[in-house]
């Protein structure tokens, strides 16, 4: 998928993502301010978590249940000095799980990413659209 979007038809995107998606650990890239956060928030909405959604910059992970009784984690990588620090948080027992890992900044731990995760590039273009591209 490579593809154009605004926040209006960003349920539309969140929707195809999800039904398109090979797996369910999603990994979103982009730089600070090109809507990761906003999309994640949306995916889960889609996914059924009716808890409040906020990025996990400081915890780095939160966890959230669905209508269905599924599990999302939603990591923020973003200020981890080291993977060691994933390590330490058990970030390979989330990956074995089969939940929704949805993860912003997964360049921080590149080296302990599933070789099969869904790579999410996001990036900002004119009049607050925004370009997705899925490999």
């Known amino acids: 998928?490579?593809?154009?979007y605004s926040l209006e038809n960003l349920s539309e995107v969140a929707?195809?993502?999800?039904?398109?998606a090979k797996?369910?650990?999603?990994?979103?890239?982009?730089?600070?301010?090109?809507?990761?956060?906003?999309?994640i928030k949306e995916i889960c909405?889609?996914?059924?978590?009716?808890?409040?959604?906020?990025s996990p910059t400081f915890s780095l992970v939160n966890?959230?249940?669905?209508s269905k009784s599924e599990k999302v984690f939603h990591f923020d990588f973003y200020r981890i000095a080291q993977e060691e620090e994933a390590l330490d948080m058990g970030i390979e027992e989330y990956f074995d799980n089969n939940?929704?890992?949805?993860?912003?900044?997964?360049e921080n731990i590149e080296n302990l990413l599933p070789l099969d995760a869904v790579e999410i590039h996001l990036s900002i273009l004119e009049n607050q659209?925004?370009?997705i591209q899925i490999k």
């Open 23 to 39: 797996n369910k650990t999603l990994l979103f890239y982009g730089q600070m301010g090109v809507g990761k956060t906003t999309l």
């Open 99 to 106: 939940d929704w890992c949805l993860i912003e900044w997964p």
């Open 1 to 4: 998928m490579n593809k154009n």
């Open 63 to 66: 966890e959230y249940e669905t």
């Open 45 to 54: 909405k889609q996914l059924g978590v009716l808890d409040t959604i906020s």
């Open 15 to 20: 929707t195809e993502l999800i039904s398109s």
């Open 129 to 131: 659209n925004r370009n």
